[in-house]
């Protein structure tokens, strides 16, 4: 995409600008504010530095938090990415078929996150649900408030049901935008589905899925309503992801300062990791 | 070829819309039916669940509140992100890739921990108005985070 060199497009940027420096970095620094700090009650405080921060870095449950959550978003990225690309490629190209199966794909991003999850908690149930129903009656012992298995086959199946459309709906407008002449050229050089899709569609996806990729790691990284509605956490704390081990912190238990380190901790993990992909997926893109 | 790509597509769409009909299927009975016994459709069909959402009291607040909220945060995306994305993806201008990663960088704060109320407020938050303020901007850090991020993706006219 070739892009004019204009330094007046700062205008265009300011008011975005403006309004994320008022509404994120003023929280931000109260964040850091009470990171620091011992607040007993609104008047008596005391400096105590990294003491919070030291402190998270060795709780137990937040490394467990942490391990979870990791391997619960790589797997979102593992299963949704390339199901995203292999069912935009199944999309169709033209017809009346492209705007009803584009709607009936985009339905799941349009339902609210805690929906999603009261969604799947019916569908799973054991007594209730067609989900836990089936599987119970063809003999897999299935229940999602027992057992961690079944808690964690229920969460991930929410989120790829949630959000594999977003993937999809990205790639197919990668795959729109691909000029004909590319395909023309593959025909007559008799290249085979698996070179066209190696050699030609792949790398023109790179755009798109850089943000795909993002936006799912980001977003399954911070999930917080949905395994909240659906096994709150359990069993145990099976299914207890960070965000959901922050707001227990900052809101049941009321421990500001420590929560407000974690939220830093937590904040900058997402930062360092989203970095790496960024880098090395514009990197690759342009090599 | 063709044929597994349409089976692909259909199997993905079920997959998609079954748990909707299950939601829809359960919100057309009434509790007893629904937890005395198992039926792929509603036995005795019944409104009565939507009719209640629409006249108990208790909702109409919601809805209210939730539209204020739809409004408030419509008109501040539209204006304030629009631009911003036209911005990034027509144009390049000193610090573009940096000021993009920044932008980006406030989409990745969890939203818990914006949860952390103030000290003051904590004790009696009566403040309606500005509560919702809080809402309403960190959800639209969200939204200009995304609207930038698919802009680059739609083609150039």
């Known amino acids: 995409m070739n892009k004019v060199e204009n330094n007046r497009a700062w ?37 105590v530095g990294d003491e919070w921060f030291r402190e998270m870095l060795r709780d137990s449950q937040l490394q467990s938090a942490l391990g979870r959550q990791l391997i619960f978003s790589f797997s979102v990225l593992a299963i949704q990415i390339p199901l995203g690309i292999a069912i935009a490629l199944c999309m169709p190209t033209r017809g009346i078929w492209v705007a009803i199966s584009l709607v009936l794909v985009a339905l799941p991003l349009l339902v609210p996150w805690n929906v999603v999850g009261t969604i799947w908690q019916l569908f799973a149930r054991g007594d209730i649900g067609l989900l836990g129903v089936t599987l119970n009656s063809i003999g897999i012992e299935y229940n999602y408030t027992r057992g961690s298995t079944a808690a964690w086959f229920t969460v991930l199946a929410m989120d790829v049901w949630h959000w594999t459309s977003l993937v999809v709906l990205l790639c197919y407008s990668g795959l729109r935008a691909i000029p004909d002449a590319y395909y023309q050229a593959a025909r007559i050089d008799g290249a085979s589905r698996i070179a066209v899709f190696r050699y030609i569609q792949l790398p023109r996806l790179a755009g798109v899925l850089t943000i795909a990729v993002l936006l799912r790691f980001m977003d399954s990284f911070m999930i917080y309503a949905e395994p909240f509605v659906l096994t709150g956490g359990g069993p145990g704390s099976s299914t207890t992801f960070l965000s959901q081990h922050l707001a227990t912190m900052a809101i049941a238990q009321f421990d500001v300062s420590r929560a407000a380190a974690f939220s830093l901790i937590y904040f900058l993990i997402i930062l360092a990791i989203s970095w790496v992909f960024y880098t090395i997926i514009t990197r690759a893109t342009k090599d | ?74 008109v501040i995306s539209i204006t304030v992100a629009l631009p911003a994305a036209y911005a990034f993806s ?22 818990a921990v914006f949860l952390l109320p103030p000290p003051r407020q904590s004790a009696s938050s009566t403040c309606i108005s500005r509560s919702r303020w809080r809402i309403v901007c960190s959800r639209s850090r969200w939204r ?11 083609p150039r006219k």
């Not at chain 2, 409104?47 to 739809?70: C, H, K, M, P, Q």
């Not at chain 2, 990663?101 to 704060?109: I, P, Q």
């Not at chain 2, 200009?144 to 739609?154: D, I, M």
């Open chain 2, 144 to 154: 200009s985070g995304f609207s930038k991020g698919s802009c680059p993706a739609c």
């Open chain 2, 1 to 74: 070829m063709e044929r597994t790509k349409k089976i692909g597509l259909i199997v993905y769409i079920l997959f998609l819309m079954i748990p909707i009909y299950w939601l829809i299927n359960l919100s057309l009975q009434p509790n007893r039916d629904i937890m005395g016994s198992f039926s792929l459709y509603p036995q005795n069909l019944t409104f009565d669940n939507y009719r209640r959402i629409f006249t108990e009291a208790g909702w109409a607040r919601g809805y209210l509140n939730s539209l204020i909220y739809v409004l408030m945060n419509t």
């Open chain 1, 11 to 47: 205008f265009l940027v300011l008011p975005v600008l403006l309004l994320v420096a008022f509404s994120a970095v003023i929280p931000l620094m109260t964040v850091v504010n009470y990171s620091i700090q011992d607040i007993l009650d609104p008047h008596t405080r005391f400096f």
């Open chain 2, 90 to 111: 027509r144009y390049k201008f000193i610090g573009d890739k940096h000021l993009f990663f920044w932008l980006l960088t406030n989409r990745m704060a969890p939203p």
